[in-house]
């Protein structure tokens, strides 16, 4: 199988990977380390629109980007139409995206306290409503959701979301309540399919080749969220797989069972490199070890050096850190 492109509306892919938008983790640095290893698209982590239109300093963090970060969605969820249409007149929010993304599928209590993200499922007339605010900017659009809030409601939720006049929607092949320990069920990506004629992107439990292919056997584009964090290059493992260079069934470094640590540790270096260059003293350290933990993996002591990490304290010994762990394991 040769790898697929995908087009958003008028927006072409240079292949159908996706990297999912994840609170605490796609920020640019990470979203930078997935694209050079071969994610064609990315998102922002979830913003409310609210906190958006206050355009204080943490949103505008969540929001940066550079040239090289692109084509990028901005991931958005709420509840008041009105916000959104003020969210549209202020052009200067939201120009630099490629892609406006409606979060319907976020199932925190705080997210869905508020009526936004997966319980706008339960009221497609609002999803819909939205959709055609956000359309007005002429850009893309796209509508993340899960099968339901609930109970699966998929078909109805993607057939309002294609009248709507979205130009893409991705499933996430769960319930609102589903945990991540129940299997995302893919026989529902290749229903949606069957249900809309615009671009489906299947999402859920994709962690290796193998997994990105059968999603692509019914989807037009797989999205990878949890098999990226601390293993950016899952995405060039897919690839390759899916150009048929590698035979890659094997489950992701991250998972423990193969791996190649020292590519892994300059990803890590990267990470946190580019955490330096793009925030500086405004970095968030809680963030950074959370995320940069998470490369600590698959090689013996890994344990001790992630609860090392966790303990550093600025950039100074954030560098030392890295360049001992660097020689301690040559
Ligand atoms: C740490 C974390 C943060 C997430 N944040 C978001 C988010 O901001 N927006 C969103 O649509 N989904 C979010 N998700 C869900 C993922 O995008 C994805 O739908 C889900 O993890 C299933 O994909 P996976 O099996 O590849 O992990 C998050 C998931 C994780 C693990």
């Excluded at 697929?4 to 979203?31: C, E, H, Q, W, Y």
């Excluded at 991931?75 to 249409?85: L, R, S, Y």
Aim: glycine share 8%; aromatic share 8%.
């Amino acid at each position: 199988m040769v790898v697929k492109t995908l087009k958003i509306g008028k927006l072409k892919l240079k292949n159908s990977l996706v990297l999912a938008p994840m609170v605490d983790v796609t920020d640019l640095p990470f979203r930078l380390l997935c694209r050079r290893a071969g994610a064609a698209l990315a998102f922002t982590e979830m913003i409310y629109v609210n906190a958006i239109l206050h355009e204080n300093e943490k949103t505008k963090q969540m929001m940066k980007t550079c040239k090289e970060d692109s084509p990028l969605g901005l991931q958005i969820t709420g509840n008041d139409v009105k916000e959104f249409e003020e969210f549209v007149r202020r052009k200067k929010l939201w120009e630099k995206f490629d892609i406006i993304d409606l979060n319907c599928g976020c199932p925190s209590t705080r997210i869905v306290g508020t009526k936004a993200g997966c319980y706008l499922l339960r009221d497609t007339e609002k999803i819909a409503a939205i959709i055609k605010i956000l359309k007005t900017t002429g850009k893309p659009i796209t509508v993340k959701i899960r099968l339901g809030f609930l109970k699966n409601d998929v078909l109805e939720i993607a057939r309002a979301i294609e009248k709507a006049g979205a130009d893409a929607i991705t499933v996430h092949a769960r319930l609102s309540n589903d945990a991540y320990s129940k299997k995302a069920d893919w026989s529902w990506l290749a229903r949606v399919k069957k249900e809309v004629k615009i671009p489906v992107i299947g999402n859920g439990d994709v962690f290796t080749g193998e997994d990105a292919s059968k999603v692509l056997e019914v989807c037009d584009g797989v999205m990878i969220a949890r098999g990226a964090i601390g293993d950016p290059l899952v995405f060039t493992r897919v690839l390759d797989y899916l150009n048929g260079t590698k035979d890659n069934k094997l489950a992701t470094p991250n998972r423990g069972a193969v791996g190649d640590f020292y590519n892994n540790l300059e990803q890590f270096e990267g990470y946190l490199k580019m955490e330096k260059k793009y925030f500086g003293t405004d970095a968030d350290f809680g963030k950074i070890k959370y995320v940069g933990g998470k490369f600590l993996r698959g090689f013996a002591g890994a344990s001790q050096k992630r609860d090392e990490f966790m303990k550093l304290k600025g950039w100074k010994e954030i560098e030392d850190f890295v360049l001992e762990l660097g020689n301690g394991l040559v």
